[in-house]
């Protein structure tokens, strides 16, 4: 089950992991592309490294802004309590 927190992302997800297609073709096209071996034998390609790096790099972005977020909302609780106690 997707966590609350993540549903309102995946669209933006969605849309991102499109944008990376062209880029990933023009890597599968390119002769001198190649793949490394994982412990486990399957491939990884320079494609997939390309597009791990990018949607990995949005999510601390977007999560980076959330935990921001919350962190204000939390601070701005926690004043309005603290003056209705005083």
Do not use: C
């Not at 089950?1 to 997800?13: A, D, F, H, V």
């Amino acid at each position: 089950m997707l966590s609350k927190n993540l549903e309102p992302i995946i669209p933006q997800l969605e849309e991102l992991t499109r944008s990376l297609f062209p880029e990933i073709l023009k890597i599968y096209q390119n002769p001198r592309s190649s793949a490394q071996d994982k412990k486990d034998g399957s491939p990884v390609t320079a494609a997939d490294m390309y597009a791990h790096k990018v949607i990995v790099k949005f999510l601390r972005n977007t999560f980076l802004i959330f935990q921001l977020f919350q962190k204000r909302v939390s601070s701005q609780k926690i004043t309005s309590q603290q003056k209705s106690f005083g």
